[in-house]
């Protein structure tokens, strides 16, 4: 199998997409469109790449941000850590660098937020390091083609691949070499219905001559998710409402969100008003519930959030909520960096 990466790569100069950092070695590029793209499709990422480009062209810009301009940019894409690592680690690079990336392997490790995926994706590429870059996409062609029934979830299957993956390395274009397998397995060899009869490694893959490619690449099942009960209180105080910035370690650090009530349970109004955070929310303040909205579900990785949004005019003072949230209109929420299950609220209230 000597060939492969000479197929591979002729396969990558005829059939690759247009994308804009592929049109750089400059290492800022390739490092905001790996953030960016873990986690999300390229087609959802390009717009978001864009304007943070538009924004902050360079890392000495994006470390002089503020995190929720930041965050306000990120809105939407989700697994907002990604974009609270990125801003740490540029002024990182900014402040104790000079605004240079470290140009390895083993140095990119060292900054937050970059893992061995995006450290051998930045080096290979941008600095031709012979490093193999290793993520789903490239499992799913490797345990194909080579019929690899490791798992690909565990140490050892980490250990199985990633001398797969250095087997078949151009070491003389390495960056090329791991745009071409990534790109190979988004656009061909997929999960699920892969175009084996356009795939230039046909000829060579045991999965597919075996009648394996549905069973291949092997993972071992996740943890079950687990259900929590958010219900979001959107006081209406003087054409006022009222938000917090959530700073627990938790989902959506550092995101804005009106004054909510987690329960491990749904509950019904009637049970939700004796429970003791209300009690302290209303602090003794008149208010009246107006509506209630239907239910709002937002999954993320091992957890389902399930929100109403309760709309409550209050009358007279508030002065609980004066002293431990913003008072904002509800117009002006749209300025803060808030998680999607509250912009879509937001969205339909409009």
């Known amino acids: 199998m000597s060939n492969i990466s000479e197929i591979i790569a002729e396969w990558y100069v005829h059939n690759k ?31 978001y790449y864009l304007k943070f480009i538009d924004q902050y062209p360079d890392v000495h810009m994006l470390a002089s941000a503020d995190l929720d301009d930041v965050l306000k940019i990120w809105q939407g ?7 609270r690592n990125m801003h740490e680690t540029a002024r990182v690079i900014a402040n104790q660098f000079g605004g240079s990336f470290p140009s390895s392997y083993k140095e990119l490790l060292n900054l937050k937020g970059i893992g061995k995926y995006t450290a051998a994706a930045i080096a290979s590429i941008a600095f031709g390091e012979p490093v193999p870059v290793v993520d789903g996409n490239v499992y799913r ?16 299957g980490e250990s199985v691949f990633r001398k797969l993956a250095e087997h078949i390395l151009d ?24 175009l084996c009869h356009d795939c ?27 259900n929590r009960y958010f219900n979001y ?46 009690e302290s929310l209303m602090s003794g303040s008149a208010y009246q519930i107006r509506n209630i909205s239907g239910i709002y579900h937002h999954k993320l ?50």
């Open 171 to 194: 070491y003389r274009n390495p960056g090329q070499h791991n745009q071409a397998l990534m790109e190979l397995g988004s656009l061909i060899c997929r999960p699920k219905k892969p």
């Open 17 to 47: 997409r247009e994308l804009p950092w592929r049109k750089t070695k400059f290492p800022y590029c390739i490092w905001l469109s790996e953030i960016i793209l873990q986690q999300t499709r390229i087609n959802q990422g390009l717009k």
């Open 77 to 83: 894409l989700g697994y907002y850590t990604r974009a």
């Open 141 to 156: 062609i490797l345990a194909r083609v080579f019929g690899e029934h490791t798992p690909v979830n565990t140490s050892e």
């Open 233 to 278: 209180l959107v006081f209406m105080h003087h054409e006022k409402t009222y938000i917090c910035k959530r700073n627990s370690n938790d989902i959506w650090h550092s995101l804005y969100e009106f004054p909510m009530i987690e329960t491990s349970e749904p509950l019904n109004i009637k049970q939700l008003v004796k429970h003791k955070e209300w």
């Open 301 to 350: 990785t091992h957890q389902n959030i399930y929100a109403r949004f309760i709309d409550i005019p209050v009358n007279g003072e508030a002065p609980y909520l004066e002293k431990h949230f913003i008072s904002v209109t509800l117009d002006s929420i749209v300025q803060y960096a808030v998680p999607r299950l509250i912009e879509r609220y937001l969205q339909d209230l409009k």
């Open 200 to 226: 230039p490694l046909a000829q060579y893959c045991r999965a597919k001559h075996s009648g394996l490619i549905p069973d291949l690449p092997v993972k071992i099942p996740k943890k079950a998710s687990r």
